[in-house]
């Protein structure tokens, strides 16, 4: 959807009274910066409101972007987020309990190089305990079927320190425009 446009739909709501509500209009649209995605809703039974999402990345400009989860070769799954208008990007593995493996990485993304639907994105940050670390992370996107995209990264620390994990998403998104 393009920044100041917007769209609408019919949509079915069943309100907390347990009443469905048929004639509900929902509209959604971008403001004008592609700051903030903005969804109203009006119906028969006197619904009404609104929502406000503020997007970290912009879709007004050239970006790459994802957020989900990945479910990396080594059998662990892996959270990631990353957008280049914000250079931001943030990783963190769980093992089979759901509990954290390692250190979460918070980073920044210092050069992104795109080829087709590919992105290699390389920076640097910090894992959680403060350890610095340099990161390259290839992403591929745009699939329309989840399990198509795919999320890879490895970091290495200023000891000498290596991770690497690569896997297709189950759930989220990658974006490479």
């Not at 979460?104 to 959680?128: D, E, F, H």
């Amino acid at each position: 959807m393009k920044t100041g446009s917007s769209w609408t739909q019919k949509a079915k709501l069943t309100a907390s009274d347990g009443k469905p509500n048929d004639d509900l209009g929902l509209s959604v649209g971008v403001s004008s910066d592609g700051s903030t995605i903005v969804a109203g809703a009006r119906g028969s039974n006197s619904f009404q409101g609104a929502a406000y999402v503020f997007v970290k990345c912009s879709p007004a400009k050239p970006d790459v972007d994802g957020d989900g989860h990945e479910k990396g070769d080594d059998g662990r799954e892996g959270q990631f987020q990353f957008c280049k208008s914000s250079d931001e990007m943030d990783f963190e593995e769980r093992d089979s309990n759901g509990r954290i493996f390692g250190q979460p990485l918070r980073a920044k993304m210092n050069a992104v190089t795109v080829s087709g639907n590919q992105a290699i994105i390389t920076g640097s940050g910090t894992l959680a305990d403060g350890t610095p670390v340099n990161y390259t992370a290839v992403v591929l996107g745009n699939q329309p079927v989840i399990g198509a995209n795919t999320f890879a990264i490895s970091w290495v620390t200023a000891t000498g320190s290596v991770f690497q994990t690569s896997g297709p998403l189950t759930d989220g998104y990658i974006v490479v425009h």
